[in-house]
């Protein structure tokens, strides 16, 4: 199995970007796909996840409300739209899969995940 992310950039506050993690070797309907983010001098942070299963998504609170995941099953891709971008958004993003996964539930939990991409560094800055 292979999780390659892309998408990355520097934007201005208030702007979107649009990240994409590319699976490889598994398919998405029993995969659990999880977003973290590691910022400068700070601890690696979960932002959301995702289940295959439903298609459902959960969000952590500091991005509720701003940020989407959404999946391609013709490209076998998982998204992360980010609108209305901070600042403090600033941080190296990863994403990671974990597969089985039967659940219709996902967790944030950076332990629950196997497989890593190579991290994609988003900027936000004037």
């Known amino acids: 199995a292979q999780v390659v992310e892309s998408g990355g950039g520097l934007v201005q506050p208030g702007g979107s970007l649009r990240l994409s993690c590319i699976v490889s070797?598994?398919?998405?309907?029993?995969?659990?796909i999880g977003w973290s983010r590691q910022a400068p001098g700070k601890v690696r942070e979960g932002v959301g996840c995702?289940?295959?299963?439903?298609?459902?998504?959960h969000y952590g609170d500091s991005v509720k409300g701003r940020f989407t995941i959404s999946r391609d099953n013709a490209k076998n891709t998982v998204y992360l739209q980010m609108d209305n971008l901070k600042p403090e958004d600033t941080a190296v993003y990863f994403c990671?899969?974990?597969?089985?996964?039967?659940?219709?539930?996902?967790?944030?939990?950076?332990?629950?995940?196997?497989?890593w991409g190579q991290g994609s560094s988003v900027t936000v800055s004037s």
């Open positions: 995702f289940s295959g299963r439903e298609s459902f998504a």
């Open positions: 070797g598994f398919t998405l309907d029993y995969s659990a």
């Open positions: 990671a899969l974990r597969y089985p996964w039967y659940s219709n539930t996902c967790s944030v939990e950076q332990n629950e995940y196997k497989y």
